[in-house]
């Protein structure tokens, strides 16, 4: 059973960071391009960021310079470093996991408050 499980919300100040981490279990991790996505209230979900197997990273045009996606496939993992904040941050943050070109896995969410 496939399993990725978010963590590392928080309630932050405009200008502060988080570290999202992303925990993976049931698949072949090594092999899946995974990605964060963010969903705001009232909000579509949106792409935030993506990291192939081997290392090809992506990024919305509102995160670049500020988050940097990363993964340590030994530890089945996947990271979202989110430096200077800004309140429309503000979201619930899932991971997900590529399989045979769809997002066809999702964690259950992390949620991030970035007050101004």
């Known amino acids: 059973q496939v399993q990725l499980v978010d963590a590392g919300g928080g309630l932050v100040q405009a200008g502060g960071s988080l570290r999202l981490s992303c925990a993976a279990s049931?698949?072949?991790?090594?092999?899946?391009?995974m990605a964060w996505f963010r969903q705001a209230p009232v909000k579509e979900r949106e792409f935030v960021a993506a990291?192939?197997?081997?290392?090809?990273?992506d990024y919305a045009d509102s995160v670049k310079g500020r988050f940097t996606i990363s993964r340590v496939n030994t530890k089945n993992t996947v990271y979202l470093q989110m430096n200077s904040l800004k309140p429309e941050d503000t979201a619930v943050y899932y991971c997900?996991?590529?399989?045979?070109?769809?997002?066809?896995?999702w964690g259950q969410g992390t949620q991030v408050t970035v007050s101004s």
């Open positions: 997900a996991a590529d399989s045979g070109g769809n997002w066809s896995y």
């Open positions: 049931g698949i072949t991790f090594s092999s899946h391009t």
């Open positions: 990291i192939t197997w081997n290392g090809i990273t």
